[in-house]
């Protein structure tokens, strides 16, 4: 006999959720948030002052309104100001864009990618004493999932690359390049489909993580990588 369908499980319908602005098939969400506040420790480090501060929150949520797969695009940022100068201006932003696709026998694949900016804090030891370092991150993920037979498959490969701006200190530039980085990682899992509300699985995944010098200025080999390997049982509650 074939194995018992799986189970889809479907967004629940909120009676309170935004409308938002439908065109061409598409959903779109603005929001603006504004707040402000006042902290003892503006710096977030060993003496840091107190201030006030405000900030600013715009995003962008669009999605997709369509019968078969889905796309969504999510663009946030913030922008936090602190009104005495006790600690340099705060900003942020991300943007992450995710397919989703119905592939032929129930399977489907998940496709994402984003890109986010952020700047560490002034305790990160890495830092230079002037300021912190600014972050881009890059990521990327697709994960393939669906049965074969009474088995539920998921593969999922991922790859990201992080960059660090240079910084100051005693008015000198310094070089963060030698932080850059990229991550590269792996995972399959498969799990036993009964029909009940327990599926066992096991899973294995492996990443690597390689900075751009095979040596950083401080004499340091960071480059890695890592290996796990999990079993389990999954409660399915549909």
């Not at 949520?61 to 600690?87: C, E, H, I, M, V």
């Not at 032929?104 to 496709?111: I, M, Q, V």
């Amino acid at each position: 006999t074939p194995p018992p369908a799986r189970k889809v499980a479907t967004a629940d319908t909120d009676p309170y959720a935004p409308l938002g602005i439908r065109t061409a098939g598409m959903v779109l969400l603005p929001s603006l948030t504004l707040d402000a506040g006042y902290t003892t420790n503006a710096a977030a480090s060993a003496g840091g002052k107190p201030s006030p501060f405000a900030t600013v929150s715009p995003e962008l949520l669009l999605k997709s309104d369509w019968p078969a797969n889905s796309f969504s695009l999510d663009l946030k940022g913030t922008y936090q100001r602190f009104t005495n100068d006790a600690a340099d201006d705060q900003p942020t932003g991300s943007a992450d864009a995710s397919l989703t696709l119905d592939l032929p026998h129930d399977w489907a694949a998940d496709l994402d990618a984003g890109i986010a900016y952020d700047r560490q804090t002034l305790d990160d030891v890495a830092n230079p004493p002037d300021g912190p370092s600014g972050v881009t991150s890059f990521t990327s993920s697709a994960d393939l999932d669906g049965d074969i037979g009474s088995l539920a498959v998921t593969l999922t490969g991922s790859a990201g690359r992080t960059l660090y701006a240079d910084t100051t200190t005693a008015g000198v530039s310094v070089d963060q390049s030698d932080r850059n980085n990229d991550l590269f990682g792996a995972k399959l899992r498969v799990g036993y489909d009964g029909g009940g509300i327990l599926t066992p699985f096991v899973e294995g995944e492996v990443d690597r993580r390689v900075y751009d010098q095979t040596v950083d200025d401080e004499g340091k080999r960071r480059s890695g990588a890592g290996y796990a390997a999990r079993a389990g049982i999954e409660f399915n509650s549909d």
